[in-house]
Structure formats: C-alpha cells, structure tokens
C-alpha cells in the first residue's frame, strides 16, 4: 500500500520507519525538508507538497503539532484539502481542538475521502514498534476502512465516537500524566532537606500509589537527570506538553468547565518553555521546579 506521511516530527517520523518496516510504500512531506531526509535514505518518496503527497498515496496518515499548523497544511497552497481527495483515506492523528479536527474531517468527506482521526497515545519507541494507543474517531464504515493500517501501528484501538471524539479522548489522557510531571516536581522540592541520593529517592516514590505507569519507563530517566547528569533524549518535549494542556484549557473553557490545575500545570510549563527547556522532554519540568529560584 502507498501510505504518506505529513508531518515527519518526532512522531510522524517514527510513525513513517513503522510503515517502512512492515512493508508500505511510503511517501512524506514536512515543512523542514531536512526532517525528511533519513526517511528518505531509509526508502521513503519525498512530495513536493501536501496536495502532491495526496495525489501520490492511497492512504495519508497526518501527524502535526497544533490548530494553526493544521490550518495550514489542510488549507494553504497547495494544502491536503486542494489536492483530488476523492477516494483517498485521511487518518489524522495530531492532538488538536475537536472543532478542529471536525472541521477539517467534515470538509476531507464533503470532497470525497474518508476520514479518520486517531490521536495517539506513546513516544517513538512505541509508534516505531507499533505499540501506540488510538483514540479513534469517524464513521462506522471509515474506521472499518482504516482498521488494518492502524492495527500496524496500534497496541490498541479504541473507537470512542464519531469525529472530535478522539481528539477530546486524548487531551483527557494527557491532562493528568502533564499534571503529574508538575506535582512530582513540587514532590521533589520538599524532600531536599533529606538530602537523599536522587536514584533512591525516584524509586521511593515510583513505588507509590500516587505514581503514574509512565514511571517504570521514566523514573530512571528523571533520576539522572536529577542527580546533575544530562537531559535525556526527548521522547515528548516541553514545548509540545505545553500546547496540549493549553488546548485542554481551551476546550474545556469553550464547555464553559474550569480545569484549574491543568491551568496552574500550564503555567509552569510556559515557564520551563521560556527558560530554554522548550526541547527537553517533559519530564524535565520535574527536575526544573527543584532548580528554579521561587518568585518574588
């Protein structure tokens, strides 16, 4: 099957070695032509465009960072949704506003494709090894359409509803591990008068009933970290975390509902992001509430 891939950041790259991997003919574009490049070495077909991407593909798996970037790729020159979608499968996997996600999915069908969206949950070792979580979203018979691709690259697959389902499936899933990326660092603050080694003191509370499962993956990682070694490759970054609890916030004010400690969380992020933490991981927000000089 030609499958493209628009959007070939962290995740769509690691999206696109899966489909490699399995055995897809794979088309890609991104923005920065250079995130392109190892994929092409590896034996993808670099497009042109979104619209050239579309009209080169079968199936086009969409993964971008944020509302404004989806604007732009669905709707700019040359924009997925100026390319002959007739018959063509969209599966689009970015973590945006449901409205979004509604709009642009509403117009890919009114032109004639199907449309799925499937956020998903994990990083890039599970979307390289095909063990990510999808939330899905779209028709009965769309999702039906889109099942064995997405078996290739989920663990899971959950369909929640019809489209925005998923995208408002997901902010709910991100919204309490960024919340605890935060809380934990307030943890840490108040045990430093123990003066305990880093390395003991991520293992006690990872053996909690407060710890959330991403712990046993990263608590190790934040232990380093914490004990002064160097930041970790990023598996998700603060710049990203920061755009998904702002969205969630967003959200949640368009259902006129309050989410105060998202919105708390939030703010902490938009600090780490200003001090230059933007492409940590954001498990970094932990270690840097220990660092940071308290406001005056």
């Known amino acids: 099957m030609k499958v493209g891939v628009c959007g ?5 790259g690691s999206i696109a070695e899966r489909l490699l991997a399995v055995g897809h003919e794979v088309g890609v574009w991104n923005r920065d032509t250079a995130k392109t490049k190892p994929l092409v070495d590896a034996g993808a077909k670099a497009f042109a465009s979104p619209a050239a991407l579309v009209e080169g593909c079968d199936v086009i798996i ?4 944020n509302d404004t970037a989806t604007d732009a790729v669905y709707h700019g020159v040359n924009g997925l949704l100026k390319a002959k979608l007739s018959g063509k499968l969209l599966i689009d996997m ?3 506003q449901p409205d979004t996600m509604k709009s642009v999915g509403n117009a890919a069908t009114k032109a004639g494709a199907a449309f799925v969206e499937c956020p998903v949950g ?7 090894e095909g063990k990510l979580f999808g939330l899905v979203g779209g028709s009965d018979a769309d999702v039906a359409r889109a099942r064995p691709l997405l078996e290739q ?7 929640v509803g019809p489209l925005g389902a998923g995208a408002t499936l997901k902010l709910a899933v991100n919204l309490p591990l960024l919340v605890y990326w935060q809380a934990l660092g307030e943890s840490l603050t108040i045990c ?5 080694p880093a390395e003991r003191l991520i293992d006690i509370l990872s053996d909690t009933a407060g710890a959330p499962a991403a712990m046993k993956g990263r608590g190790a990682i934040i232990a380093k970290v914490l004990g002064g070694g160097p930041l970790s490759e990023t598996a998700f970054g603060i710049t990203a975390a920061k755009k998904d609890l702002a969205t969630a916030v967003q959200f949640a004010a368009s259902l006129h509902a ?3 400690v998202a919105k708390s969380a939030l703010a902490c992020f938009e600090e780490a992001e200003k001090d230059g933490l933007g492409e940590a991981d954001a498990t970094t927000v932990s270690v840097h509430w220990t660092r940071r000089k308290p406001k005056t």
């Open 94 to 96: 970015s973590t945006i």
């Open 258 to 260: 309050e989410l105060p």
């Open 8 to 12: 070939t950041g962290r995740m769509g």
């Open 62 to 65: 969409v993964m971008l960072l």
């Open 153 to 159: 690259l989920c663990r899971r697959i959950e369909h």
């Open 192 to 196: 430093k008068p123990l003066n305990l």
């Open 122 to 128: 994990g990083s890039k070792v599970p979307a390289r």
